[in-house]
């Protein structure tokens, strides 16, 4: 089975706060690429990184920074002293390649994420 | 380019009319994907499209959904009956093909069926 699982459905941090967004993924292709996204209160999806099955490099960019371990099927995202800007569900996703040779984007079921001033 | 467009963004409707959903492409994308996003569900892949071909359609809900790409740049998914339970928010979403793209969701149609 294909899946991805954010078994956090809610956090609330206060301001300044580190906080990690826990995203567990299966399938057993080798070659996949896993992706987050950005959903804030204007509703639209914004993407925010992707990271394929080989690189498990972790990736920093301002506050946020990713880390993808095959061993465990994680791709976790920490976003470091939050604001309350990055209140927004957040979503982890999972690309495949699918038997009509074609691709397809297997989502979570998001995490909200409440920062408190 | 403007991103992915979709229209109506709100629409109310009565329970048995037929609603339609619009999706513009970004130019130059192949692939198109629906989406419906509730409370309850979260967001499920209705139906999606390679070169303006329905790929995989299992996640259309029943009969009453429908999907179809008349050309390259543009979708529409239309419910006839629409039921109160229809009532979410549709996503269309658009990605060149390929392992490593993104995919580009437009703002959403939040309907509401009553």
């Known amino acids: 089975a294909q899946k991805v699982t954010q078994a956090q459905t809610e956090i609330s941090v206060v301001e300044k706060e580190d906080v990690t967004l826990d995203c567990v993924y299966e399938?057993?292709?080798?070659?996949?690429?896993l992706f987050w996204y950005k959903q804030p209160p204007s509703g639209e999806l914004v993407f925010l990184i992707r990271r394929n099955s080989f690189d498990e490099q972790n990736e920093i960019s301002g506050r946020y920074s990713w880390n993808f371990q095959k061993s465990t099927s994680s791709f976790n995202f920490t976003i470091t002293a939050s604001q309350v800007v990055d209140s927004a569900v957040y979503f982890c996703a999972l690309k495949v390649w699918t038997t009509s040779g074609t691709y397809k984007y297997i989502f979570g079921t998001g995490t909200r994420l409440k920062v408190l001033a | 380019d403007a991103g992915v467009i979709q229209s109506p963004r709100h629409e109310v409707t009565e329970m048995g009319q037929e609603v339609t959903l619009r999706c513009k492409l970004i130019s130059g994308h192949n692939s198109l994907f629906w989406y419906r996003q509730t409370m309850m569900r979260g967001l499920e892949l209705l139906i999606y499209f390679n070169n303006n071909v329905p790929i995989d359609d299992s996640g259309m809900p029943e009969d009453r959904f429908s999907a179809k790409m008349p050309n390259a740049s543009f979708s529409t998914l239309k419910i006839q009956p629409s039921e109160p339970r229809d009532s979410a928010v549709y996503f269309c979403?658009?990605?060149?093909?390929?392992?490593?793209?993104?995919?580009?969701f437009g703002q959403g149609t939040r309907l509401t069926v009553v």
């Open positions: 979403a658009s990605s060149l093909q390929g392992m490593n793209t993104e995919a580009f």
């Open positions: 399938t057993r292709d080798t070659t996949y690429y």
